[in-house]
């Protein structure tokens, strides 16, 4: 790989919360670190063909099922598996350190290091209304505001969870799922 990485002390505790968490070893070839690109997964050694370096379990996905029943039993049919597991992570953010995701929540990128135009401020978006891409956003931002109503009043049930979540917090939460989350067999993940 062409970039230079750097390792941070959080990079360094990744892996081995995530070997903890999985059950399984990861390969000593593996490291976590910030490229030009961002934070990154390097090779120290050459990886042969058919070689396994690290196995992801389904324990360590975090999935819309992991939501909890009784506010599960509070959402209509209707409320998408996107929707779903932006809640899941919204109450592991709450969590903070307490989370057994602390590890994998912490490594995710801050609202404001974000490069989503959805969780633009008004005059950011103001920028660029002529192209499509503002139709775009704003037609994206109403239906995950309109998703956000739907799902509020049961959120509020669980203010010790949830705190008062804010449409922010919420669209925040959407977007690390939209750009994060994987379609895998049993359905969809954000895979550590």
């Known amino acids: 790989m062409p970039y230079s990485s750097t390792v941070s002390k959080d990079c360094n505790a990744f892996l081995p919360w995530l070997e903890q968490k999985a059950g ?10 910030h490229s030009t690109c961002g934070r990154s997964l390097f090779a ?16 360590v996905h975090l999935t819309p099922d992991k939501i909890i029943p009784a506010l599960e039993s509070l959402l209509t049919a209707d409320v998408s598996n996107i929707v779903r ?25 801050l609202c404001e290091d974000m490069h989503n135009t959805i969780i633009w401020n008004k005059d950011e978006l103001e920028m660029v209304q002529p ?8 037609d994206q931002k109403v239906c995950i505001e309109k998703e956000f109503y739907v799902i509020k009043h049961a959120l509020g049930h669980f203010p010790q969870i949830f705190g008062t979540c804010t449409l922010l ?21 954000l895979i550590m």
């Open 85 to 109: 597991l932006a809640i899941v992570l919204l109450a592991e953010k709450k969590l903070g350190q307490v989370s057994t995701w602390a590890s994998y929540v912490n490594s995710l990128p």
């Open 169 to 189: 917090d919420f669209m925040y939460a959407y977007s690390i799922v939209g750009s994060r989350a994987w379609g895998t067999s049993k359905g969809l993940s």
């Open 24 to 33: 399984t070893e990861i390969s000593s070839k593996l490291s976590i670190g």
């Open 131 to 138: 192209s499509s891409v503002y139709r775009e956003t704003f």
């Open 44 to 59: 120290s050694d050459f990886i042969r063909e058919g070689e396994c370096l690290l196995k992801v379990p389904y324990s």
